[in-house]
């Protein structure tokens, strides 16, 4: 757990989870039947993407030096990190000079997100069954990025590199290249740029 992320969030932050309101009253709990996905966009000394997804209630987290791709041709290196909190998932501003991963921080996507992982047999599997096996699909429904993704782990520089794949699904859009073109944060409008001018 970062000791760090607490320490450097802003005050009115719990009253930002606009992304994880309830799409309907009466719906119940939405968070406990929809677990979240948030990938946050983060320049720190080199930019990369954080994949974070809701399990066993922490976000597991991969570093995308790359951030995701559309195109189920691309393989992007997915480097597993530290679990943050939960409420680390709507996180967006400046993190001090001196303190873990300083830099700022947007939440580039989120949304909630499906486990497509089965074992040999074709049964459902837990997300830390999955990972203990190396490979874990998902469903994601984001508002920059939808549809199946596998992070598989790679033998490839240590036990901690993954590689994260766009599924050959109706999602795929190899000419789609959202970090490039929609680079705002799906909370607050804005890219990382006029964070770090803002607070900085
Ligand atoms: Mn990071």
């Known amino acids: 757990m970062p000791k760090s992320a607490k320490g450097t969030r802003p005050r009115a932050y719990r009253d930002r989870r606009g992304f994880r309101k309830p799409p309907s009253a009466g719906a119940g709990p939405w968070r406990r039947t929809n677990p979240i996905f948030v990938i946050q966009k983060h320049a ?115 036990n901690r590199n993954w590689l994260l794949i766009k599924m050959r699904d109706e999602c795929a859009a190899p000419d789609r290249h959202p970090t490039e073109t929609e680079p705002y944060s799906v909370i607050s409008g804005r890219t990382v740029e006029e964070v770090a001018l803002r607070q900085g």
Do not use: C, N
């Open 44 to 158: 720190a000394s080199h930019l990369h993407y954080d994949f974070r997804l809701e399990a066993d209630g922490v976000l597991k987290s991969w570093a995308v030096p790359k951030g995701p791709s559309l195109d189920p041709g691309d393989k992007r290196l997915a480097i597993e990190v530290e679990d943050h909190d939960l409420e680390y998932a709507d996180f967006e501003g400046v993190i001090a000079e001196g303190r873990y991963g300083a830099g700022t921080v947007i939440v580039w996507d989120a949304g909630p997100y499906r486990l497509l992982a089965q074992d040999e047999y074709g049964a459902e599997i837990s997300v830390h069954e999955a990972l203990a096996r190396g490979r874990l699909e998902v469903w994601l429904e984001g508002k920059k990025i939808r549809g199946g993704y596998v992070l598989v782990r790679t033998k490839m520089g240590g």
